[in-house]
């Protein structure tokens, strides 16, 4: 993870988690407010509106996510009052990679031609952890490359189940 402004901020947060004893409730929390505001582009655009008063957005903050816990809002509250809001995607995933690491898990890649649902990405998780012995975090990208099937990439090493693949093995196997 390379030195930056977000990093810091994912690293402030990441020793406040780690300190409180409750780095798995933070790094939930914020996948949480991650999704949302992904999912809810008016309340991002609230958020970090300079039109609205800051105390008025503060609030909106504690109204929409009053079930978490008061250091993940405040931390939300900190990214809106030092105009780095824009950058939470970054800070986000940096917090969450040091959470993996911190918990042993490995980070990866899942490809496909469609989005896949969040049970089959769970499924694929289940599956290389029985196969390496370790947690495995999958995110999902699109690869239109693919014709079908999936490629999951982690530290580097490819589990290549797309079509593709197997029609070059199936044509290396007629060769021989």
């Known amino acids: 993870m390379?030195?930056?402004?977000d990093t810091r901020y994912a690293l402030a947060l990441?020793?406040?988690a780690k300190e409180d004893q409750k780095i798995d409730k933070y790094q939930q929390e914020i996948k949480t407010i991650k999704l949302t505001l992904n999912e809810n582009r008016d309340l991002f655009h609230l958020l970090k509106s300079e039109f609205l008063l800051i105390e008025k957005r503060?609030?909106?903050v504690d109204n929409v996510f009053k079930d978490m816990s008061a250091a993940t809002k405040n931390f939300l509250k900190i990214l809106m009052k030092n105009h780095r809001l824009n950058s939470y995607l970054?800070?986000?995933?940096?917090?969450?990679?040091l959470c993996n690491e911190e918990n042993h898990v490995l980070e990866g890649i899942v490809y496909?031609?469609?989005?896949l649902d969040e049970e089959r990405i769970h499924e694929l998780e289940e599956a290389l952890k029985n196969k390496n012995k370790v947690a495995v975090e999958l995110s999902n990208r699109i690869d239109s490359s693919l014709i079908g099937g999936?490629?999951?990439?982690?530290?580097?090493h490819i589990y290549d189940y797309s079509i593709q693949n197997e029609l070059t093995s199936?044509?290396?196997q007629l060769k021989v």
């Not at 390379?2 to 402004?5: A, G, I, L, N």
Request: hydrophobic letters at 40%; aromatic letters at 12%.
């Open 2 to 5: 390379k030195d930056s402004v």
């Open 14 to 16: 990441f020793m406040v």
């Open 58 to 60: 503060y609030q909106v």
């Open 90 to 97: 970054t800070i986000f995933n940096s917090f969450n990679t």
């Open 112 to 115: 496909s031609t469609n989005p």
């Open 150 to 156: 999936i490629k999951v990439v982690i530290d580097n």
């Open 170 to 172: 199936m044509r290396n």
